[in-house]
């Protein structure tokens, strides 16, 4: 159901700064719930960061303070700026979406959203 295409991925140093953005097609892109989710190499997947369709927005932890999730509705796009990055948050983040139930439900498994991106590679290296 619609596509999703994510970019603005990279390498960066420890305490740099990348800006993702996710950009839909083919889909109701105002009535989902956007969010990041990112799969490393030998760890799980976690969901990083949420924004359901009234703009809300919801962070894991980790990264609170350090992410900002916002979207533009003019351009079926939802972003992700990603600032005082480290070595840990080395992934691959997919851009996900989920028909709006009235409140964000997320969740870290692709077969929980109605639409998957490929994902943008971030690397955080010295």
């Known amino acids: 159901e619609g596509q999703l295409v994510e970019s603005g991925g990279g390498l960066v140093h420890p305490g740099g700064s990348l800006k993702l953005s996710c950009t839909a097609s083919?889909?109701?892109?105002?009535?989902?719930?956007m969010n990041w989710v990112r799969q490393a190499p030998g760890k799980g997947s976690e969901w990083v960061s949420g924004?359901?369709?009234?703009?809300?927005?919801y962070y894991m932890s980790s990264v609170k303070g350090r992410f900002t999730i916002t979207r533009d509705n003019t351009k079926n796009t939802v972003y992700l700026q990603m600032n005082k990055l480290q070595p840990e948050d080395t992934s691959m983040y997919h851009c996900?979406?989920?028909?709006?139930?009235?409140?964000?439900?997320?969740?870290?498994?692709?077969?929980?959203?109605?639409?998957w991106g490929q994902g943008t590679p971030v690397t955080v290296s010295a």
């Open positions: 083919g889909l109701p892109f105002g009535s989902y719930d």
């Open positions: 996900a979406g989920r028909r709006s139930i009235g409140t964000l439900v997320a969740g870290t498994d692709q077969s929980w959203y109605h639409a």
């Open positions: 924004i359901d369709r009234r703009a809300e927005t």
